[in-house]
């Protein structure tokens, strides 16, 4: 069972439940299990590198930076299904969660991958309580599973990692708010999750053509 409600302050976990890693494991990959939190990882020398490389002089700079990194260099992979071959043995994976580090060093993932790796560049000058990866629904014409970034900056602001580009105005959102429907936030500390929103999975954001309608769309899939 989940621990009781708690929350920040203020902020999107305001009365979300923290979890335990071992309440807040998921069976990923290749059978592995992970907890939420190992997804994020500001200390992977990938991704110190990379946030050295893209820090700006403000704030808003260095979080603009790097989300516009995300979008303008990691390309939407054509299937999320990977197959490994082991000791004559063929492993598949439907569903594929990559880590910061193999989703820079591939330059493909989809909106899980991406958002993993968006958090873990920003909580290297982020506080933890700043900014989360984001499992949950977008609910138009029925819930489809997705992954986004969350962030601070007085208000809070969802960043979109599946853009063809950054919007014009990133910190003003007409109408979207709505349609994100967040089940489990986390990042290399806490993970909350909702007591009454549930994650449709497989995740699958780019399918979802009314996205198109409120931002600049999709990134075209890789060749």
Not at 102 to 115: L, N, P, Q, V, W
Not at 187 to 205: I, R
Request: charged share 25%.
């Amino acid at each position: 069972m989940a621990g009781k409600a708690v929350g920040l302050s203020s902020g999107p976990v305001l009365g979300f439940s923290r979890l335990k890693d071992n309440e807040a494991a998921v069976c990923a990959r290749f059978g592995e299990i992970f907890t939420l939190r190992e997804f994020i990882t500001p200390d992977a020398f990938a991704v110190k590198e990379l946030y050295q490389r893209l820090k700006g002089s403000t704030e808003e700079e260095t979080i603009l930076a790097c989300w516009n990194w995300v979008v303008e260099n990691i390309r939407y992979p054509k299937s999320d299904r990977r197959v490994m071959y082991y000791g004559g043995k063929e492993y598949v994976a439907e569903d594929w969660w990559g880590l910061p580090a193999e989703t820079i060093s591939t330059g493909s993932e989809d909106c899980d991958g991406r958002a993993f790796l968006l958090v873990s560049l920003l909580r290297n000058f982020l506080p933890e309580d700043k900014v989360f990866a984001v499992l949950g629904n977008l609910a138009k014409d029925g819930a489809s599973g997705h992954a986004w970034v969350t962030v601070s900056r007085g208000n809070w602001h969802i960043l979109e990692t599946t853009l063809s580009s950054l919007p014009d105005n990133p910190w003003k959102l007409d109408g979207v708010e709505n349609i994100y429907r967040p089940a489990l936030y986390f990042n290399d500390k806490e993970v909350f999750a909702s007591v009454k929103e549930k994650l449709c999975l497989p995740l699958g954001p780019c399918k979802v053509d009314f996205l198109k309608d409120y931002w600049c769309g999709c990134r075209e899939e890789e060749e």
